[in-house]
């Protein structure tokens, strides 16, 4: 079978997406591609930011190969599928370009994962994956007429038959990924990092998947949701293929970069440096000065409330104070370049306490940033408290519940968001 996987041209202008807008490694293709070429099938994998390729382009490219089968994204990375623009209008703007000479097509990402039926409908696709979509893309590949395959979803007339619950991957035995070359010479970005000495390309690397907890604000309950961790032997020959490329610096996308002394001492010796995303209170003082040996320059710690009943509010079961955590905090900024503290926007939170902590880590070299306000994903606790189940109009519940509660949202944003009927307006099966 030919397919195609594409990640469409993203546009942010009116968007809500707190997520890095700079391109990515859409590993969530990268894996797919790995496990269908392993089958035997031909495939094409395209990247509008990466390529430079607005979504006509794209379409043109896709109809040129005549695929049998086309799967598009609707986040555009794997590292962002927790935070993923609500709107639809990229895929579907891709979609629309493609028509009928993508052979059969499947969406892949979060909205399907979390309300199959609004994204049938919306992107008019034949199919959607819910969950890790991977292997279940691989599985569609085998036998592309069968609608009893397990984590997807399909229209019936305006009835939306859902088979199964979204699909968490095997994950572990995921081989290494190979990057064309020219993708890796288009990733000058160096994600979340703020040091002064930036030297070769950026890449994005999963060394884990899932996370252990449950916080409400995080958007994973219907994807990458139980921890695993990737084999070690993978992970390294994948960052040495991409340090083979002129990479210099990498980004682990792990929901939580839980400490793993192995890999950091195994990444030592290597010539490439490293951000990561963790929570601090994972850590002691001796493993942080191991992950700054290891390379580490850039720690992105989701504190995300400065008081106790800030963190108890947002379900973080975290056993330290703010003391302790502050101390972590500075004594890892002794060891890696940049560290920041996320903050979330709480009820609970005593404003001036936040301030004083904030102007203490500040004045310590450690970056915490002004709270930002919390949007309920439809995958997220924070959804499921204040409505229930997400249904096909969660999507647009949770953008004009954010939109009423806040007047100012993320310093990335510089004009207001825009309600999710006018950022898919004129598309998306919207009149």
């Known amino acids: ?239 040495d293929g991409l340090i083979a490329q002129g990479v210099g610096y990498v980004y682990f996308v792990d929901e939580i970069f839980l400490p793993q002394k192995a890999l950091l001492e195994a990444l030592i010796s290597r010539p490439v440096k490293f951000g990561v995303q963790t929570r601090i209170d994972l850590w002691k003082p001796d493993l942080l000065e191991l992950l700054g040996q290891a390379g580490c320059v850039s720690i992105e710690a989701g504190l995300e409330s400065l008081t106790v009943e800030g963190r108890a509010a947002l379900a973080k079961r975290c056993r330290l104070d703010t003391q302790e955590l502050a101390d972590l905090l500075i004594h890892a900024r002794k060891h890696v370049p940049f560290v920041q503290a996320n903050l979330i926007g709480v009820a609970q939170d005593d404003m001036e306490l936040v301030a004083y902590w904030r102007e203490r880590l500040i004045s310590q070299g450690v970056w915490a940033n002004e709270p930002v306000p919390l949007y309920p994903y439809p995958s997220s606790p924070a959804y499921r408290d204040l409505w229930g189940a997400p249904d096909d109009h969660a999507w647009e519940r949770a953008q004009a519940h954010y939109l009423n509660q806040f007047d100012t949202f993320s310093d990335i944003q510089d004009e207001r968001p825009l309600p999710l009927e006018t950022l898919e307006a004129a598309c998306c099966g919207r009149p």
């Open 1 to 239: 079978m030919k397919v195609a996987l594409v990640n469409p041209a993203w546009s942010y202008e009116g968007s809500i997406y707190f997520g890095c807008r700079a391109p990515h490694l859409p590993l969530e293709l990268g894996y797919t591609r790995a496990l269908l070429q392993a089958a035997g099938h031909d495939v094409l994998m395209l990247d509008g930011q990466l390529q430079g390729l607005d979504n006509e382009a794209l379409a043109q490219r896709a109809a040129a190969f005549a695929p049998d089968m086309s799967v598009v994204t609707t986040a555009p990375t794997y590292l962002f599928w927790r935070c993923a623009p609500p709107e639809l209008r990229a895929p579907r703007a891709f979609l629309a370009s493609l028509g009928t000479r993508g052979g059969l097509t499947v969406a892949v990402g979060p909205h399907g994962s979390t309300t199959p039926g609004a994204t049938l409908r919306k992107l008019g696709v034949d199919l959607v994956v819910m969950g890790e979509c991977e292997e279940i893309v691989a599985q569609i590949a085998q036998a592309p007429g069968r609608r009893d395959l397990p984590s997807t979803a399909w229209l019936d007339g305006e009835r939306a038959h859902v088979n199964g619950a979204p699909h968490a991957s095997s994950f572990i035995e995921h081989k290494a990924l190979a990057w064309p070359r020219e993708w890796i010479a288009a990733h000058g970005h160096h994600h979340h990092r703020f040091d002064t000495s930036q030297e070769g390309f950026g890449a994005e690397v999963e060394a884990s998947r899932g996370c252990p907890y449950s916080c409400s604000f995080c958007a994973k309950i219907d994807f990458r949701d139980a921890y695993r961790r990737r084999r070690l032997e993978y992970v390294l020959e994948e960052i």
